[in-house]
């Protein structure tokens, strides 16, 4: 682990819910994590990097981790270019997002490995967390979990517009803190969890034209990926009711 740096000398270039990231020399970014983030979640993370970095589809490679002021940090490739959450709110363009989205997720898919977490074992984790007080539903959804098939394709894990990147033309994925194994359907279905299902903030006008806008897109997605919502349904259920446990601030997702 590299030692400490000033983060004063450093120039922001994007900021998210557990980290800021910061410009370097030689074409790398410092993303550079909140004080008080666990340090086994930092090492988890630069782990997952480091062991799809031989894999082939588009991302960043992850170079060490490092002490910055007294935060933890993980040393990435420079990614250029602009998210494609902002490039589809500003062109409108759906259907060519999801084209970028799939073409990009059907290139994570052909990668097999064993050597990252199970998925089961990230949402039997959740459950647990989020359902300890309702015993009952518990039971149920963990039998359901029980059915799904397991399998040893590689998932993001958190496939979404917001970790994808439009550089020179093609999409280039990027966070790596979710990464698991398990089949193809379940990634298509946690990022149409993510892209439709997570609760729009109270305060954020047009809501329902937004929420119109990402059922849009998760239905232009799912067709790309010549997937129907009943494939993923049992999955879909499990994810949402995980996600008490994985988000318990969140509100709005119905069990």
Not at 20 to 42: I, M, N
Not at 151 to 176: E, K, M, Q, W, Y
């Amino acid at each position: 682990m590299r030692g400490d740096c000033l983060i004063s000398e450093l120039e922001i270039i994007g900021k998210g819910n557990t980290a800021t990231v910061y410009r370097l020399e030689d074409a790398k970014v410092l993303k550079l994590f909140h004080k008080g983030y666990p340090k086994e979640a930092v090492e988890k993370e630069f782990s997952n990097a480091q062991a799809v970095q031989v894999m082939d589809f588009p991302k960043p490679n992850a170079y060490e981790i490092v002490r910055c002021e007294g935060q933890l940090g993980i040393i990435y490739d420079r990614v250029e270019g602009i998210s494609l959450l902002e490039w589809v709110t500003e062109t409108q363009d759906v259907q060519q997002c999801a084209i970028y989205m799939a073409d990009l997720h059907k290139a994570i898919f052909q990668n097999g490995t064993s050597g990252v977490p199970n998925y089961k074992e990230f949402l039997e984790h959740c459950l647990a967390k989020g359902l300890s007080a309702n015993v009952g539903k518990q039971r149920e959804v963990r039998e359901m979990l029980a059915r799904l098939k397991s399998g040893n394709t590689l998932c993001h894990g958190d496939f979404h517009p917001g970790n994808i990147f439009i550089s020179d033309g093609r999409a280039v994925v990027i966070d790596f803190m979710n990464v698991c194994h398990g089949p193809y359907l379940y990634d298509i279905a946690r990022t149409v969890f993510l892209v439709e299902y997570t609760p729009i903030p109270g305060n954020v006008p047009d809501r329902e034209k937004l929420q119109q806008f990402r059922k849009d897109l998760a239905d232009q997605y799912l067709m790309q990926m010549d997937v129907t919502r009943d494939h993923i349904e049992d999955y879909l259920s499990v994810i949402i009711a995980a996600r008490l446990g994985e988000c318990p601030d969140e509100t709005g997702i119905q069990l």
